[in-house]
């Protein structure tokens, strides 16, 4: 039975270089993206370098959870199994936007898009893990140390800035692979996230605000998407040390996060949360 990995964002950066290593490790390699004429550009290009041409493309707009939800049903549908989900794709906006959901458009794309993929698409990982562990990866940042969660405001109405967005969404990602570590411990489905380093990519492009500075003044002095991919890349195909899930790692390693990024016991807030939220605006529509 063959490999198959899902990457959302793959049609450039960081989430094009995690595909390709994914298909030079021997996976199957479904590329999530919104923009058909991207994806296809990317997957000629992954074809091209890695001579392998077992790729299919997926087009979802993550911004919407009713999209996510058909998108999921499709693949369950298409696909027997899942042995990688890398949740990669990322938004950083400097001004205040609410997704088709009513939600603000970062913490709806960067954390509300991965916790309804990741569990849509539980019944394809548990499949998957049968043989051998499956994994989910989450790439958050080192960002999220200065976040946190705005439980009474989680839209930042009225108090919105972007990088307080940017970081709340990552300060959420970790979080919700702890969680996840943990309800699911019996499922043989690893869960991490990592900081993949500040890599030279497009992302914050044209944006303002702290990140949106930082990324325009020194991409000069940032890592490459290829040295950006390893550490997703490590937490999807190599042997990890013990604990093997429910970690946070940084340049292939575990480090420490942000004390509430560690707390088990307010992992479920957040999860709960953005639960509510989902089922929310699923049943509106």
């Given at each position: 039975?063959?490999?198959?990995?899902?990457?959302?964002?793959?049609?450039?950066?960081?989430?094009?270089?995690?595909?390709?290593?994914?298909?030079?490790?021997?996976?199957?390699?479904?590329?999530?993206?919104?923009?058909?004429?991207?994806?296809?550009?990317?997957?000629?290009?992954?074809?091209?370098?890695?001579?392998?041409?077992?790729?299919?493309?997926?087009?979802?707009?993550?911004?919407?959870?009713?999209?996510?939800?058909?998108?999921?049903?499709?693949?369950?549908?298409?696909?027997?199994?899942?042995?990688?989900?890398?949740?990669?794709?990322?938004?950083?906006?400097?001004?205040?936007?609410?997704?088709?959901?009513?939600?603000?458009?970062?913490?709806?794309?960067?954390?509300?898009?991965?916790?309804?993929?990741?569990?849509?698409?539980?019944?394809?990982?548990?499949?998957?893990?049968?043989?051998?562990?499956?994994?989910?990866?989450?790439?958050?940042?080192?960002?999220?140390?200065?976040?946190?969660?705005?439980?009474?405001?989680?839209?930042?109405?009225?108090?919105?800035?972007?990088?307080?967005?940017?970081?709340?969404?990552?300060?959420?990602?970790?979080?919700?692979?702890?969680?996840?570590?943990?309800?699911?411990?019996?499922?043989?489905?690893?869960?991490?996230?990592?900081?993949p380093g500040v890599v030279a990519?497009?992302?914050?492009?044209?944006?303002?605000?702290a990140l949106g500075v930082l990324?325009?003044?020194?991409?000069?002095?940032?890592?490459?998407?290829?040295?950006?991919?390893?550490?997703?890349?490590?937490?999807?195909?190599?042997?990890?040390?013990?604990?093997?899930?429910?970690?946070?790692?940084?340049?292939?390693?575990?480090?420490?996060?942000?004390?509430?990024?560690?707390?088990?016991?307010?992992?479920?807030?957040?999860?709960?949360?953005?639960?509510?939220?989902?089922?929310d605006a699923l049943k509106a529509?």
């Open positions: 039975m063959s490999k198959i990995a899902a990457v959302t964002g793959a049609n450039s950066g960081i989430g094009k270089e995690i595909a390709r290593g994914l298909l030079e490790a021997g996976y199957d390699v479904l590329m999530l993206c919104r923009n058909p004429l991207k994806a296809e550009a990317a997957k000629t290009w992954l074809t091209h370098v890695t001579g392998r041409s077992n790729i299919d493309i997926v087009i979802v707009d993550l911004s919407s959870l009713k999209d996510i939800v058909r998108v999921s049903q499709d693949l369950t549908e298409q696909y027997s199994h899942l042995n990688v989900l890398v949740n990669n794709a990322g938004l950083y906006t400097n001004h205040y936007q609410e997704s088709e959901d009513g939600y603000e458009l970062t913490f709806a794309v960067n954390h509300l898009a991965v916790q309804l993929l990741t569990q849509q698409l539980l019944p394809l990982l548990e499949v998957g893990s049968k043989s051998e562990a499956a994994r989910v990866v989450n790439v958050a940042s080192e960002a999220h140390r200065r976040g946190k969660i705005n439980w009474s405001n989680i839209n930042l109405k009225g108090a919105y800035g972007s990088m307080a967005a940017y970081s709340q969404s990552k300060m959420a990602n970790i979080l919700h692979s702890l969680h996840c570590s943990k309800a699911f411990k019996a499922h043989n489905i690893l869960f991490n996230a990592c900081h990519t497009n992302f914050a492009s044209g944006e303002g605000g990324f325009k003044l020194f991409k000069w002095a940032m890592i490459s998407p290829e040295k950006g991919a390893q550490t997703p890349l490590f937490l999807s195909i190599e042997p990890l040390p013990e604990p093997n899930t429910g970690r946070y790692y940084d340049k292939c390693k575990p480090k420490r996060p942000k004390a509430l990024a560690s707390d088990e016991d307010a992992a479920s807030r957040p999860f709960a949360l953005s639960d509510q939220l989902i089922q529509n």
